[in-house]
Every structure is written in structure tokens, then in C-alpha cells.
């Protein structure tokens, strides 16, 4: 229903994406990332947010789909996401970030740009996965990606490695 991009599906979506049974709620959350229909990007923050403490899969499955939406129409609540991460433990939210990062990576995201170099440059950040969706990231966006931003004349080893693995690519 989402790939049809019909905003009178959205209803039908937002039913399944508050079923009880978990497969159907996955499906449902990340169908409303993939549809973008006005509103999703509320449901989606309440479930990432309900995943602070303790990773679920339905954070994880919420921040790629709040990853996906338009950047007009979550830019804010990304961007609160975005430095919620740098401000957490990275090894606890680690997967609801990259989710949220690899959801960004579908789309350019212009508005992101500085919280996603900015993540980037942290020293905290020492996952090479989550380093290579960054540059993944900002690569789609226009003048995202700088010699600043990847720190390749630094001694920031993991985005130094992690342009190394894109360019093997």
C-alpha cells in the first residue's frame, strides 16, 4: 500500500502500524516512513523515543522510517534524533541511529547536513558501519561532503577507514 504512494491508504497504514501483533507493526511503521504521509512523523518519534532506554524493534524499524520521510517533513524531529545520539551512550542506541542514518541515506536531506558531519567528527563515534552510513548520508547531499567533514587529513582512524571502504566499493 505504501509503495503506491496513495494518501488514502494512510488510515489502513496507521491501523497496522498499532496492531498488537509485532511482525504487522513493523511492516505497518516502516510503511508509514515509505508513504510520508502528513502526521507519520509523530507516531514514528513516540516509538524511537519509547526505545531510548532500552532498543526495541520497533525504535529501530521507526528511525529508518523517520530516516525516510521528506526532509521538509521531519527535518525538526530528525535533527532533535540526530543530537539525541550524540548526546547518548552510542553503544546503547547504536542501532536505532544507524537505522535512522540509514534512513536518511534513501533520500538527500539538506537540512541534516550539520548534525550529520557533526556526528561524524565526534570522537565517541568509532563504529565503522555507522561512519560509512554517514558518509553515505551526506554524499547525497549537495556539498555534504567536504575535506572537513571526513577528516581525512585528521587522525580520526574510523572515517579515514570507512572512505576507504566506499571507494572499495
Known amino acids: 500500500l505504501a509503495t503506491q504512494s496513495l494518501p488514502k491508504h ?3 497504514i496507521l491501523i497496522t502500524a498499532k496492531d498488537p501483533a509485532p511482525e504487522a507493526r513493523l511492516r505497518g511503521l516502516l510503511a508509514l ?13 513516540e516509538q524511537v523515543e519509547a526505545s531510548s532506554t532500552r532498543p526495541q524493534p520497533e ?6 522510517a523517520l530516516g525516510c520521510l521528506p526532509d521538509q517533513q521531519a527535518a525538526a524531529i530528525v535533527s532533535d534524533q540526530l543530537a539525541r545520539f550524540l548526546s547518548a551512550s552510542s ?7 544507524l537505522a535512522l542514518v540509514l534512513g536518511l541515506t534513501t533520500h538527500p536531506a539538506p537540512s541534516q547536513r550539520l548534525a ?17 552510513a ?17 577528516r581525512l587529513n585528521s587522525s580520526h582512524l574510523v572515517i579515514s577507514y570507512a572512505v576507504f571502504c566506499l571507494k572499495k566499493k
Do not use: M, W, Y
Not at 516512513?33 to 518519534?45: K, Q
Not at 550529520?116 to 560509512?132: F, G, M, N, P, T
Open 10 to 12: 494512510h488510515l489502513q
Open 33 to 45: 516512513g515509505i508513504l510520508g504521509a502528513p502526521g507519520s512523523e509523530h507516531l514514528l518519534r
Open 59 to 64: 525504535g529501530v524499524v521507526a528511525a529508518f
Open 91 to 97: 553503544k546503547r542506541q547504536h542501532d536505532v541511529g
Open 116 to 132: 550529520l558531519q557533526s556526528l561524524l567528527a565526534a570522537k565517541s563515534v568509532r563504529d565503522v558501519d555507522l561512519c560509512i
Open 134 to 150: 554517514l558518509l553515505l548520508a551526506l554524499a547525497r547531499i549537495p556539498n555534504g561532503l567536504d575535506r572537513k567533514s571526513t
